[in-house]
């Protein structure tokens, strides 16, 4: 079983900043693009930003400019690094692992999600 660990979840007020981290066994980490995904109550989840193994980086839409995701190979870890908060940023954020060896060969891991909420 490959465990995801999340953490940096927390409370933060309207236009503040706040980091995410997670961790990926190293036999994940090097071969898997990372990246996080959120949902908010009674929506879908959605991708808020991804790093390839390459070190590509993409953002949804409603936060490029103000989240930053990167890539540590010494940590096995990735960041989320999140600035100008919205309220409407308020939800689980998942962390997850994928990787596509061909079109029937996908594989995918996910963390267990941590809250984060932004107060208005």
């Known amino acids: 079983q490959v465990q995801l660990v999340e953490s940096g979840g927390g409370l933060v007020q309207a236009g503040g900043s706040l980091r995410l981290a997670c961790a990926a066994p190293?036999?994940?980490?090097?071969?898997?693009?990372m990246g996080w995904y959120y949902q908010a109550p009674g929506k879908q989840r959605e991708l808020v930003a991804e790093v390839t193994v390459g070190g590509s980086t993409y953002y949804g839409d409603s936060v490029k400019g103000r989240f930053t995701i990167s890539r540590d190979k010494v940590k096995n870890t990735i960041y989320l690094q999140m600035h100008s908060l919205k309220p409407e940023n308020t939800a689980f954020y998942y962390c997850?692992?994928?990787?596509?060896?061909?079109?029937?060969?996908?594989?995918?891991?996910w963390g267990q999600g941590i809250l984060v909420t932004v107060s208005s």
């Open positions: 997850y692992s994928d990787r596509t060896l061909a079109p029937d060969k996908y594989t995918a891991y």
């Open positions: 190293r036999s994940i980490f090097s071969i898997y693009n």
